[in-house]
């Protein structure tokens, strides 16, 4: 157990839906990243957030937001669903800001399924 | 720019064989180097990385990876697999950007 916590583990929803996905990191952690991980695009890195706000940015997309609330949980928001959405997404945990040496903690990850 | 290539997605291995997982890197800064390990079900765990110093680092399980700076290589080995080894394996990078760049990704089966 890593000790972050996804829910949903699986979501099942149509296209054109609204879905909030949630994130608990380590107790301690700062840094709350997200990742996608699909069948063609691999694992992609979305966004990353310290202590409530935004660090870094990857592949995400303008329909999809996140954010970190002062607890530290977060949630990724992905708006207007396509079927290319369905993934595995992935969210990890770190102490700090992610320096390069910085292990990160991954959750089990929620499985979203876009029919 | 950063990135990873994991050279076989598929790798089937008999018990007691040796691994060999392959991951080639490029950076345009020193790299700092991860295997992380997903078995069914669940999220990755890391099982070694390589930061600077010793390029022969040894991780959880028996698996070590040796950083070859000429050969651009990060290959993840362990001289005996096990049936519980079976599972998938992301090699990442991180580089010149913040946040860690992983390969594809390569199944390994254990053969019994």
């Known amino acids: 157990d890593s000790g972050v916590t996804q829910t949903p583990k699986h979501l099942i929803t149509a296209t054109g839906q609204r879905v909030t996905l949630r994130c608990s990191p380590r107790s301690g952690d700062l840094s709350v990243y997200w990742y996608q991980q699909s069948l063609d695009q691999g694992l992609q890195f979305l966004i990353q957030?310290?202590?409530?706000?935004?660090?870094a940015k990857g592949n995400i997309l303008e329909r999809f937001s996140a954010q970190q609330f002062p607890d530290l949980h977060s949630e990724l928001n992905l708006s207007s669903l396509e079927l290319g959405d369905s993934a595995l997404y992935f969210c990890?945990?770190?102490?700090?800001?992610?320096?390069?040496?910085?292990?990160?903690?991954f959750g089990s990850g929620t499985q979203l399924s876009v029919l | 720019a950063q990135s990873v290539t994991q050279l076989g997605s598929h790798v089937s291995v008999s018990e007691g064989a040796l691994v060999l997982l392959r991951c080639n890197y490029s950076s345009s800064v020193p790299p700092y180097l991860f295997w992380y390990v997903q078995y069914p079900n669940q999220g990755l765990q890391l099982l070694l990385k390589y930061t600077t110093g010793a390029t022969l680092v040894k991780g959880i399980n028996g698996f070590e990876a040796e950083f070859k700076k000429s050969e651009t290589s990060f290959h993840l080995t362990k001289p005996s697999a096990h049936m519980s080894d079976a599972a998938e394996y992301f090699c990442a990078v991180r580089g010149s950007a913040r946040q860690l760049t992983f390969g594809s990704g390569t199944q390994l089966t254990v053969l019994p």
């Open positions: 957030y310290y202590n409530g706000e935004e660090r």
């Open positions: 990890a945990s770190s102490v700090g800001t992610g320096t390069t040496n910085e292990k990160l903690f």
